[in-house]
C-alpha cells in the first residue's frame, strides 16, 4: 500500500490550540473511515469514525469531516493537550473487507 | 467494549530460534484477525488476513514459511516468527474485525533479535 515505508509527517503544536490533521484517501468506493491514536510502544485506538452517507461527525473534543469529492477526511482536535500527543492514523474500508490504512501524522504537542 | 490482548509485549531472542505471538479476542469472536508490521516512525504494514479454520492470506512480499500464521479458534490467532534474525526485529500488530465494520487493534508486541 501507499503507507507501505514511507516516513511519517509531523504537525507540532503549542497546548490549547487546535490541531488538524488531514487524510487523502484513494479509494472512492470506500464508505467507511476510522481515525487511529497510537501512543509510542502501544496498539492504534479507536477515536472516532464515520460513513460516507455523512460528511461531520462530532465526538469529545474531536470532529471527522468526511469531504467525497476530493476524497479528504480530517480529524479536528480542539483544545489540544500534552496527552494528544501521539501518531494519527486514517483507515478507510470499502469492498474489500481489509481497512487500509493512511500513511499516519505524527502530533507534537508542546506545553 | 471490544478488546484484543497480545501477548507477549516485548520479546528478545536469539538470531536463529522462532518466536510465537499470540493474539486473542476477549470478549467477543473473530472469525478474521490481521497480523501488522510496523517499523520506527512509519505506517502499518499489513502481512496477512488470518481466517479462523482455514489458511491465511499473505500479503505480497510476505515469506509464508518466515512467519507462520495459525487461528485455530475464534477467539486465538498466532504469529510465528520462524528462525528469526535480525532485520526481523519490528513491532508487530494484531488486530480483529468485531463484526460491526470496526476494527480493535492488541497492544502489540516489540520483537528484538540478537
Known amino acids: 500500500g501507499e503507507s507501505v515505508g514511507l516516513h511519517l509527517p509531523t504537525l507540532s503544536v503549542q497546548e490549547g490550540d487546535n490541531s488538524i490533521i488531514n487524510c487523502a484517501y484513494s479509494n472512492s468506493a470506500s464508505d467507511y473511515f476510522i481515525w487511529y491514536k497510537q501512543e509510542s510502544g502501544k496498539g492504534p485506538q479507536f477515536i472516532i469514525d464515520i460513513r460516507s452517507n455523512m460528511d461531520k461527525r462530532q465526538g469529545q473534543r474531536v470532529t471527522v469531516l468526511l469531504n467525497k469529492t476530493v476524497k479528504h477526511l480530517s480529524l479536528q482536535i480542539a483544545a489540544t493537550q500534552p496527552g494528544d500527543s501521539a501518531v494519527y492514523f486514517c483507515?478507510?474500508?470499502?469492498?474489500?473487507?481489509?481497512?487500509?490504512f493512511g500513511r499516519g501524522t505524527s502530533l507534537i504537542v508542546h506545553p | 467494549g471490544a478488546v484484543v490482548s497480545q501477548h507477549p509485549s516485548r520479546v528478545i531472542c536469539k538470531s536463529g530460534t522462532s518466536v510465537k505471538i499470540e493474539c486473542r479476542s476477549l470478549?467477543?469472536?473473530?472469525?478474521?484477525m490481521f497480523w501488522y508490521r510496523q517499523f520506527p516512525k512509519k505506517s502499518l504494514m499489513l502481512m496477512a488476513t488470518?481466517?479462523?479454520?482455514?489458511?491465511?492470506?499473505?500479503e505480497q512480499g510476505v515469506e509464508k514459511d518466515k512467519f507462520l500464521i495459525n487461528h485455530a479458534s475464534l477467539t486465538l490467532s498466532t504469529l510465528t516468527v520462524t528462525s528469526a534474525h535480525p532485520e526481523d526485529s519490528s513491532f508487530y500488530i494484531c488486530s480483529a474485525g468485531t463484526g460491526d465494520d470496526g476494527y480493535t487493534f492488541g497492544s502489540g508486541t516489540r520483537l528484538t533479535v540478537v
Open positions: 488470518s481466517n479462523e479454520g482455514s489458511k491465511a492470506t499473505y
Open positions: 483507515a478507510e474500508k470499502g469492498g474489500s473487507y481489509i481497512p487500509t
Open positions: 470478549d467477543f469472536q473473530a472469525t478474521t
